[in-house]
Nanobody, 121 residues
Framework: QVQLVQSGGGLVQTGGSLRLSCAVSGSIFRSATVTWHRQAPGNQRELVAT???????NYADSVKGRFTISKDNAKNTVYLQINSLKPEDTAVYYCRAQWISLTGRREYDSWGQGTQVTVSS
């Protein structure tokens, strides 16, 4: 089975930085779209960043200029660099991989376990 294992969360002060990692097992990494999401208590889950197999990236307006998504194909790992942290960035962050079969008949979806990011004010 494809598994996504996250690391890098923690407690930081306003204005600080953090780098989240998402390691993807299996052979699907190079053909998958990987996204980062976050969810604060009482709020809906929000898409914050996307990177495609062709390395195109996209960001939510709330994080543009502060968050950077990247990947290391040799390590099968996607990163989310978070700079200039704000208290409103406090949430559980999840990575997600999506891909299709070679025939295009099946869609696949896998989520990481989530990691807490807490920004103190």
């Amino acid at each position: 089975q494809v598994q996504l294992v996250q690391s890098g969360g923690g407690l930081v002060q306003t204005g600080g930085s953090l780098r989240l990692s998402c390691a993807v097992s299996g052979s699907i990494f190079r053909s998958a779209t990987v996204t980062w999401h976050r969810q604060a208590p009482g709020n809906q889950r929000e898409l914050v960043a996307t990177i495609t197999s062709g390395d195109s990236t996209n960001y939510a307006d709330s994080v543009k200029g502060r968050f950077t998504i990247s990947k290391d194909n040799a390590k099968n790992t996607v990163y989310l660099q978070i700079n200039s942290l704000k208290p409103e960035d406090t949430a559980v962050y999840y990575c997600r991989a999506q891909w299709i079969s070679l025939t295009g008949r099946r869609e696949y979806d896998s989520w990481g376990q989530g990691t807490q990011v807490t920004v103190s004010s």
